[in-house]
């Protein structure tokens, strides 16, 4: 509207103005011919007194004829040297009078003096604009001077043209103060609530729903406006409802995945990080970081997984066929080195949209199988080993058997009791790793054991009793050293019994003739407790062969002997690993001390009993707590 308001305000103008030139044109043409005419009028009937220097006349004949008419400006009478005698409104008194200085008319360059015809010419002054014209004074042929004349433009033409002018300005300054106002008017009435309108809609398209329009407007513009703010408040009160519905659902999604024990890992189709559960965080170490959502699943995963897991996860992101639409989980087992190897099991699944088409995200699902790697392979060294270890006394009892079934006759009484009492000390072998296969299981099987109070002092002399002969068949000094009035402690005598068993048996196994083994049984004090005693330390102590360091911690494992490194002795490489079982039962675990060609210590803490709460919380095992096989008396 304001380009066409423009183009017609101008063409209306320019045709005005264009028509104001051709009036002034006209007039000037006319000004021409008026002066022109004047001037020859005016050169017939001043020539003769220019000729015969009749000035006085001139001055009288000038005077009237200026005064009569008012289109004439000036009058100017020169010589031929161009220097002025007279002129009206001045004279030439007045010209020299005035600092005796000479007026000299400048002739225009292509003015001809002995031409008949006069010349005209039209400048602008600030009075106005003025027509000057210079009429050849012949008189008798001869060349007299020049009489130059201004005469001013016709009144009336000037003002109509003026008054034309003025008023198309007028008229071109009011249209546009018109369309100015109709703009600011229609911006205020219409274009800005149009504009808000817009705003408003590309906000509300933006999913902002909390956008309103607040302008007083009436009509169409008005209702429009207040059916747009209803609008809104619908869907913003529908956005809530969905929102709360999206949030009790997430909270749900969170909740479960959360709980469950295996990691679950939500990826986006960039395979950043959209959802990670506590479990998948502990198994992958994020629990440092401080916010792993948004970020790129490869930048935070462990070098092996990631190795792993780059390219199939690279490969499920592209576009998915029709033939790995419905394919299985794709399934890796990585193990993770560290201070102790880990093993973990992975779940690639592909999420898709309703339609199938396209890859919305990946789930990783992670499952932390150490354990289970370790259960099945120490199951298999179980199997392997107790296989070993029944396959060596069956095969040596066989063999004697057989010998004596088929050369009985032949041997010797001597021979036949050597052989039958080998196979005795094998059955022995493989009713001892029986029984003890048999007490690890039940140990391990989780079976629950009745604890109540126990004298120390009853097991530790039932114990060095039981082993008396043996000690003395190899000359080693059995001392016990069990605190007077030591109070009971909370346990399972029978288990108490075997651990002391397999203790002082393994001692005087390792001990050689001359050696000392010894049982010490004293209360324990820490310093938490105030002064009161609230354990027994327990210490199994010989002067044996001692453990190499690189053997102390696997002599706890199962079938693990101390033997094979020495290759003198036999066992079945099961009873440390029973003393920390039933140890471990009674909320303590069991520690050694060693140095080889010294001796070995193990030792462990009993809770005292208490008949209200027992206490069975187990206590540090502080190294200067501990007695060595220094301590034993000589």
Not at 57 to 82: C, K, N, V, W
Not at 319 to 346: K, Y
Not at 507 to 532: E, N
Not at 619 to 633: E, Q
């Amino acid at each position: 509207m304001a380009v066409a308001t423009l183009v017609v305000s101008l063409l209306m103008s320019g045709l005005t103005f264009w028509a104001v030139n051709s009036i002034q044109q006209d007039a000037r043409l006319n000004d021409t011919r008026f002066g022109r005419d004047l001037g020859l009028l005016l050169a017939a009937n001043v020539a003769p007194m220019v000729g015969e220097n009749n000035l006085t006349e001139l001055a009288q004949f000038s005077s009237r004829f200026y005064t009569s008419t008012s289109s004439i400006r000036y009058m100017l009478f020169a010589d031929t040297d161009g220097q002025i005698y007279f002129g009206i409104p001045f004279s030439q008194s007045e010209v020299q009078s005035s600092l005796t200085i000479r007026r000299r008319m400048q002739l225009p360059e292509n003015f001809v003096a002995n031409s008949d015809l006069p010349m005209v010419r039209q400048h602008l002054t600030p009075d106005g604009e003025v027509t000057d014209v210079f009429v050849p004074l012949n008189y008798n042929g001869k060349y007299m001077g020049v009489l130059a004349i201004g005469t001013n433009p016709n009144p009336t033409v000037v003002t109509s043209s003026h008054l034309t002018r003025d008023v198309t300005i007028a008229v071109f300054v009011s249209i546009w103060v018109m369309v100015i106002l109709g703009a600011v008017f229609n911006a205020l009435t219409i274009t800005k609530p149009i504009k808000e309108l817009l705003f408003g809609v590309k906000n509300i398209a933006a999913g902002n729903f909390q956008q309103r329009i607040d302008l007083p407007l009436g009509g169409e513009l008005g209702e429009l406006i207040l059916n747009f703010n209803e609008m809104a408040e619908r869907l913003e009160s529908y956005e809530e409802q969905n929102i709360e519905e999206l949030t009790a659902e997430k909270a749900k999604l969170e909740t479960l995945v959360s709980t469950i024990a295996d990691g679950a890992v939500l990826l986006d189709s960039n395979i950043h990080v959209v959802l990670a559960n506590p479990t998948a965080r502990q198994v992958f170490g994020w629990e440092s970081h401080d916010d792993v959502l948004g970020q790129d699943v490869l930048e935070l995963l462990p070098p092996p997984v990631q190795a792993a897991l780059s390219q199939p996860l690279h490969d499920i992101t592209k576009a998915v066929p029709q033939a790995e639409r419905d394919r299985d989980p794709i399934e890796f087992c990585v193990t993770v080195p560290g201070s102790t190897n880990r093993t973990l099991r992975l779940w690639l699944t592909t999420v898709l949209d309703q339609s199938r088409e396209n890859v919305k995200g990946i789930a990783i699902t992670v499952q932390d199988i150490t354990r289970e790697t370790e259960l099945n392979e120490a199951k298999s060294q179980f199997i392997s080993n107790v296989s070993h270890e029944l396959r060596t006394p069956l095969f040596n009892i066989k063999s004697f058997i057989e010998t004596l079934h088929e050369y009985g006759d032949s041997l010797t009484e001597e021979e036949q009791h050597e052989f039958l009492e080998t196979a005795n000390r094998e059955t022995d072998r493989l009713t001892r790793l029986v029984n003890d296969v048999l007490d690890l299981s039940r140990l391990e099987s989780g079976k629950r054991y009745h604890f109540d109070a126990v004298d120390l002092l009853q097991t530790v002399e039932q114990t060095l009793r039981t082993h008396q002969l043996n000690a003395k068949d190899k000359e080693i000094e059995l001392i016990q050293n069990v605190d007077a009035d030591l109070p009971a402690v909370l346990g399972n005598y029978d288990l108490l019994l075997q651990v002391f068993n397999n203790l002082l048996g393994n001692a005087l196994k390792f001990t050689q003739a001359g050696g000392k083994v010894a049982i010490f049984a004293y209360l324990l004090t820490p310093a938490s407790a105030h002064g009161v005693p609230t354990h027994v330390r327990v210490e199994v102590a010989d002067t044996g062969i001692g453990i190499d360091c690189e053997d102390q911690i696997a002599v706890f494992e199962r079938f693990f002997r101390v033997e094979n490194r020495v290759h003198t002795l036999e066992g079945t490489g099961l009873g440390l690993s029973i003393v920390r079982n039933i140890i471990e039962k009674h909320q303590s675990s069991v520690n050694l001390v060693s140095e080889v060609g010294v001796g070995t210590t193990f030792w462990f803490d009993l809770p005292l009993y208490h008949s209200e709460v027992p206490i069975v919380k187990p206590l540090p095992t502080p190294a200067d707590t501990t007695v060595d096989t220094a301590s034993i008396p000589s």
